[in-house]
């Protein structure tokens, strides 16, 4: 049961235009999302994140829109750079039993063409 | 500054064998975690451990083991290695309070 899921295996954006990717969840007791950045051999990065009771947040070229209604949240990049080629995972988090607990997508390969 | 250190980054096991995965932080959070990605998948939740002494199951326990004698460690434990268990291992640790996740940079194993 996928309950976080990105679509889009890969995206291939041109250097300063927008890069859009998109995550969608099943579960409506998600309280947060997450974005994180991943490279080959590396351990994935946070990037941004924004709580269920707010519908976008914004940090520098980076921001994340969610839409409730629809379960739907996305990553938009702008203007994109080649620095930002990377794995984007998407990430849910609920506390059960204490703990909090992330639900992670199987990631969006973005590449950035100069 | 350290962070989340995993060891080894690489390794070759034969079906049956055992062998520890560890992650050790320096960072002073309580939370820690152990996840497992394949191919085409998301990361899926084995053990995490929420202080020393206290762990308890993900997702996807069946196979592994875990102990937190310290804050600081928290070793992932095979005892009979199977292909099944060919993936890349990510540990994680968060603080009470925050949402997000410091990670190690993993460690591929494969089972043959």
């Known amino acids: 049961d996928q309950q976080v899921k990105q679509n889009s295996p890969s995206l291939s954006v041109q250097e300063g235009r927008i890069s859009i990717l998109n995550c969608d969840y099943t579960?409506?007791?998600?309280?947060?999302f997450l974005w994180y950045k991943k490279y080959p051999a590396e351990g994935p990065t946070f990037l941004i994140s924004?709580?269920?009771?707010?519908d976008k947040n914004e940090d520098g070229r980076f921001t994340v829109f969610l839409n409730k209604s629809a379960k739907h949240l996305s990553l938009h990049i702008v203007p994109s750079q080649p620095g930002d080629s990377a794995v984007y995972v998407c990430a849910a988090t609920r506390i059960i039993q204490g703990a909090q607990k992330l639900v992670f997508g199987q990631g969006t390969r973005l590449t950035i063409n100069p | 500054n350290a962070g989340v250190t995993q060891t080894p980054k690489f390794r070759i096991l034969k079906i049956g064998q055992s062998m520890t995965l560890q992650c050790t932080q320096d960072?002073?959070?309580?939370?820690m975690y152990w996840y497992r990605q394949d191919p085409g998948m998301g990361l899926k939740l084995i053990y995490y451990?929420?202080?020393?002494?206290?762990?308890d199951k993900g997702e996807v326990p069946n196979g592994y083991n875990v102990s937190r004698s310290t804050t600081e460690d928290f070793p992932l434990r095979l005892e009979l290695a199977a292909p099944s268990q060919t993936s890349v291992y990510f540990c994680a640790t968060s603080q009470t309070g925050s949402r997000g996740y410091t990670f190690g940079s993993g460690t591929r194993l494969t089972v043959v």
């Open positions: 924004i709580s269920s009771i707010k």
């Open positions: 579960n409506s007791m998600f309280d947060y």
């Open positions: 451990s929420v202080g020393a002494g206290i762990t």
């Open positions: 960072m002073n959070h309580n939370y």
